[in-house]
């Protein structure tokens, strides 16, 4: 069983930066990997990026590729997404979640957080 806690969202203005952490409760926390997904109002859920056990296979979707970094400190069981050049496209609840799987898609992942807020203001 793992518990996922997201935090770090909030308001930034166009340009600007945020960083979130997902902090998980658990011992088997180094053998998932770790993905962030995204909902904003009225669409689809959407995967952001993710990355493998190690930290050493990450995998970004085209729309953050190049702004967006994740990693994570499996002493920490802590996950992170450092969003740079942050757009008001890029609003929305973002979500980490824990999986056995290193995919894209949502399905896979067993364990999901809250969430916490983005807001990109133009």
């Known amino acids: 069983q793992v518990q996922l806690v997201e935090s770090g969202g909030g308001l930034v203005q166009a340009g600007g930066s945020l960083t979130l952490s997902c902090v998980a409760s658990?011992?088997?926390?180094?053998?998932?990997?770790m993905g962030w997904f995204r909902q904003a109002p009225g669409k689809e859920r959407e995967f952001v990026c993710t990355?493998?056990?190690?930290?050493?296979?990450?995998i970004y979707a085209d729309s953050v590729k190049g702004r967006f970094t994740i990693s994570r400190d499996n002493a920490k069981k802590t996950v992170y997404l450092q969003m740079n050049n942050l757009r008001p496209e890029d609003t929305a609840v973002y979500s980490c979640?824990?999986?056995?799987?290193?995919?894209?898609?949502?399905?896979?992942?067993?364990?999901w957080g809250q969430g916490t807020q983005v807001t990109v203001s133009s």
């Open positions: 658990g011992r088997t926390f180094s053998s998932y990997a």
């Open positions: 990355t493998n056990w190690s930290g050493g296979s990450t």
């Open positions: 979640a824990a999986g056995r799987q290193l995919v894209t898609t949502a399905v896979p992942y067993t364990y």
